[in-house]
């Protein structure tokens, strides 16, 4: 079953509580908050503040994705704050074991993360360790970018790598990811879909712009 993972990143600051519960409503599964430090990413994004005042607004998990240098400072701040799960890059964690093993003793999921650029056989060793992939599938640091067309291979070759090693791990799709895109990238094998601009810069509105992603996605599973 397909799962949609709005991106706070596009939505409406002034009313977050607000715009999270219309994607709700639509169905969505969990929000991707992105974290960006101005050095991973040449841009500066959000905190662990943003995730304490979500937390009693919504039901839905909180799924951080740390576009950072050094994801280990900011996890605890995370997790104090109701943080769910965990998402770090392998291009500033090449060997993260220790990492997916502190997260996990602290009862969080951990996923791990890589840039459309990454040498994707480099995630193989950890597929059975962890409970998400998250392939890139535009540089990270803005919203509203382009879907990359490769990375639909990409996407192809760790859904592979997956069904032999650790079925239950999720297959995460990020960047571009809309009514044009969400089905290719479904075909192909993701199976959670982050979608910021699709969702909350909808005319539609959040809700509808969720509930159609949904229908697309499910609709093209592989
Ligand atoms: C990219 C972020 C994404 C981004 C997705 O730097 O990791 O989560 O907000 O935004 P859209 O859906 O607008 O491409
Ligand atoms: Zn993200």
């Not at 459309?116 to 998400?132: G, M, T």
């Not at 859904?159 to 809309?178: A, M, Q, S, Y």
Request: glycine share 10%; hydrophobic share 45%; proline share 6%.
């Amino acid at each position: 079953m397909p799962a949609i993972a709005p991106s706070i990143l596009a939505a409406d600051f002034s009313k977050l509580g607000e715009v999270v519960k219309l994607a709700e409503a639509g169905g969505a599964d969990r929000v991707h908050v992105d974290v960006m430090d101005g050095h991973f990413v040449p841009n500066l994004s959000m905190g662990s503040i943003v995730c304490k005042g979500l937390r009693p607004v919504t039901a839905m998990p909180l799924e951080v994705h740390l576009m950072v240098e050094e994801p280990a400072r900011f996890l605890d701040g995370f997790i104090k704050a109701g943080a769910d799960s965990f998402i770090f890059h392998l291009e500033v964690e090449p060997d993260p074991t220790e990492m997916i093993q502190h997260i996990r003793s602290q009862g969080k999921k951990v996923g791990l993360a890589f840039n459309p650029d990454f040498n994707i056989a480099k995630v193989e060793p950890y597929i059975a360790d962890i409970d998400l992939v998250l392939c890139m599938t535009v540089f990270p640091g803005f919203g509203g970018q382009a879907y990359i067309p490769e990375s639909t291979a990409r996407i192809r070759q760790v859904r592979k790598w997956i069904r032999e090693l650790n079925p239950k791990c999720e297959l995460e799709v990020d960047g571009g990811i809309d009514a044009k895109t969400i089905g290719v990238a479904s075909a192909a094998g993701a199976d959670v879909f982050v979608a910021g601009t699709a969702i909350f810069g909808s005319k539609d509105g959040p809700t509808a712009a969720t509930k159609h992603l949904l229908d697309l996605a499910t609709k093209a599973a592989a």
